[in-house]
């Protein structure tokens, strides 16, 4: 086992990263930008170093900086958490090539999952279903054309490299292919480096549904149950549940059995998710994410399972010790992401200072944060500062109680996303399970 992890992150996950790293007998060993100099998890961690400036490209993004600190704190391993180089294929591999273990998936993993087309060709041997689309890159505005002949409009048109929205283009008829086509190709280049494209038939109101999963370097790989994503604005997530109310059980072992298969196939190793898109009463492969997810505490609640402690004892050679039957959520679960955004001024990121920071606390509540009272919300990361996870018998007994925990919450200093989630609540539609992606959207903001 490893006696030192670096941890190549900040605020929540690196907090998460630090308990693990302790309940295991860990030393834990932070890092933290001009910004990050008093925050939580430095305060929290064994030792601290200082990585740079406040923007994260001067900092979190430094690969350099962040192997220099790992020399100068005599690790062992480095843990990325998730975002930031977490799913950076060259930052995964300069680990590998150096003195220090990569806690995540390998970086030649990180690297088929990482292209669209690649993955794909990988489900689809593995006899995964995906979504009806091109393996192969696209680059003319008439494949583009022939592929809406055959499949019918709307048409995605999605960078090979692409995620959270970027790069995603929606065609609705012909005369939108050519622009459409540009935009995709030229957002792929930006925001990935790489602009190739592909072709999916974009599918309306999908559920969005992943399952988490977590292999070793013996050839084992376990599913832990999945978790249903729907509630989304923009791409990006707000809310996870599992299990998935829309599924029942037949489709549910389908879905994670063929998780397994695909992820197998790629001999996957550490933690990850595979997602889908499910409509119709069919499920589609969309994408494996190859690092730990913000969601993850979902799954810990109702298995059981401490999944970033795993992800450290796999990196350090370890077995599975459980079998795929000695897995067995039990319960429901929701969790809640709480973000210094304004919900009724089109979610705007607002930072700022916690003069009141009071979580709930109760049975079935657990609080996973990256901040304490009088904490600042930086501006230059990602809004994200708490999650509410909230854990009951079955869903409605989560929804009573997540209700009680959300009003228990006091934060002053910065607006966040509870008030929207309190809305969400007794929202008529997800509380009767009728949402889809394209729910927030289309019924709480605009409807």
Known sequence: MFERVLIANREEIAVRIVQACKDLGIDAIAVYSDADEDAKHVRMADEAYHIGGSKAKDSYLDQDALLEAARAADADAIHPGYGFLAENESFAANVEESEFAWIGPPSDVMADFGEKTKARKIMESADVPIVPGTTEPVTSADEVEAFAEEHGYPVAIKADGGGGGRGLKIVHEPSQIDSKLQEAIREGDAYFDNPTVYLERFLESPRHIEVQIIGDEH???RHLGER???IQRRQQKLLEESPSPVLDDETRAELCEAACRGA????YVNAGTVEFLYEGGEFYFIEVNARIQVEHAVTE????IDLVKWQIRVAAGEELSFSQDEVEPRGAAM???????DPDNDFTPLPGTLS???PPRGIGVRVDDGVDEGDSIAPFYDSMFAKLIVTGQD???VLARSKRALDETAIEGVPTTIPFHRRLLENDGFVSNEHTTKYVERELLDG
């Not at 609640?301 to 059981?304: D, V």
């Not at 969790?335 to 955004?341: S, Y």
Request: charged residues 35%.
């Open 356 to 358: 009141t920071y009071e």
């Open 301 to 304: 609640e109702l298995t059981g």
């Open 335 to 341: 969790e809640f992401r709480v973000n210094a955004e």
């Open 228 to 230: 249903d994503c729907s």
């Open 219 to 221: 050839g084992t790989v």
């Open 395 to 397: 869903r409605d007994e």
């Open 264 to 267: 197998a196939a790629a001999d």
